[in-house]
T-cell receptor
Framework: RKEVEQDPGPFNVPEGATVAFNCTYS??????FFWYRQDCRKEPKLLMS???SGNEDGRFTAQLNRASQYISLLIRDSKLSDSATYLC???????????FGRGTSLIVHP | DTEVTQTPKHLVMGMTNKKSLKCEQH?????MYWYKQKAKKPPELMFV???????INESVPSRFSPECPNSSLLNLHLHALQPEDSALYLC???????????????FGQGTRLTVV
């Protein structure tokens, strides 16, 4: 089983839709969780950290479920500019080294 | 300043060439990384430096040779590469061990390498 698993998609949604991605991780001792966004042929950029209590940044909401070992990203009111690959990243317990999921592709169409 | 700077942005090299990729950060981060990314795949860890010492080598072929001259700089020396080594090479940094275990990593723009 891979350390971090994501559905690669693509998720194809119309503008204005709400879309959610999940990511599961295998190491129950993992401590830190992040969502990164990567545009085609660009570097990954930090979208948001994921905190135990859940957190929100504008249209984006991240949740952590430790019992089921998954994190989620909810995007409300999708924009064309949200089209990108969303990478789930987990730092293993006792380690600062990021481990990447394979990414989920989002395509927002008019 | 959350910037990681990589040079060059693009590089084309022959299989007999020697070249170097450079990475710089001034955030005081003590962990620096090299990742390799192929199209439609996630970044794949190559090397980790912690406090300027190589702490992880993910069984990378010796034709890739990392170097950390100081706490702000990270190089990747390339020699006798193969066409299948063509990829986007990403440098990243984060706070590092201890309290830095929870810290996010910041990425440079990458070097798009083509081996001909």
């Amino acid at each position: 089983r891979k350390e971090v698993e994501q559905d690669p998609g693509p998720f194809n949604v119309p503008e204005g839709a709400t879309v959610a991605f999940n990511c599961t991780y295998s190491n129950s001792a993992s401590q830190s969780f992040f969502w990164y966004r990567q545009d085609c042929r660009k570097e990954p950029k930090l979208l948001m950290s994921v905190y135990s209590s859940g957190n929100e940044d504008g249209r984006f909401t991240a949740q952590l479920n430790r019992a089921s070992q998954y994190i989620s990203l909810l995007i409300r009111d999708s924009k064309l500019s949200d089209s990108a690959t969303y990478l789930c990243v987990v730092n293993r317990r006792g380690s600062y080294i990021p481990t990447f999921g394979r990414g989920t592709s989002l395509i927002v169409h008019p | 300043d959350t910037e990681v700077t990589q040079t060059p942005k693009h590089l084309v090299m022959g299989m007999t060439n020697k070249k170097s990729l450079k990475c710089e950060q001034h955030m005081g981060h003590r962990a620096m990384y090299w990742y390799k990314q192929k199209a439609k795949k996630p970044p794949e860890l190559m090397f980790v430096y912690s406090y300027e010492k190589l702490s992880i080598n993910e069984s990378v072929p010796s034709r890739f040779s990392p170097e950390c001259p100081n706490s702000s700089l990270l190089n990747l020396h390339l020699h006798a590469l193969q066409p299948e080594d063509s990829a986007l090479y990403l440098c990243a940094s984060s706070r590092g061990g201890g309290q830095g275990n929870r810290a996010e990593a910041f990425f440079g723009q990458g070097t798009r390498l083509t081996v001909v």
